[in-house]
């Protein structure tokens, strides 16, 4: 990573793989699991179009990547930036260090809208640029 760009980090309230993705799905149709993040990020099927957009925007814009992991892909830095607070989003310093940057309750707010979760970035973004 260059001295000017930092990465967003997403990480999802459910676990990798097949098991965890049936996991969560089961859980998200019977209202027992909640994953806001997924819900800016995914339809039902795939990642959204717009999602994509977004991530191009973030990129070409600004020089901030975007990449998304469930809870068991982690790294050890990762891990000790958002245990307990899934899903959520971390920021990944030029320096390699990683904080949290958006709370579950922060993604909650963009009620599954790619639009309003961009904005929330951006503007938390401008305050650290």
Known sequence: MSETNRRLIGVYKADGGLLGEVSYLVGH?????????????????????????????LQAGLGVGFRLLHMNERSDKELAASLGQEPCVLLENADGSIELFLDSEELKTATGQVAAFEVLVRSKLGMLL
């Open 29 to 57: 149709l019977i209202g027992t699991r909640e994953c806001s993040l997924c819900d800016i990020t995914h339809s039902p099927l795939r990642k959204k179009a717009e999602f994509k957009e977004f991530e191009k925007r």
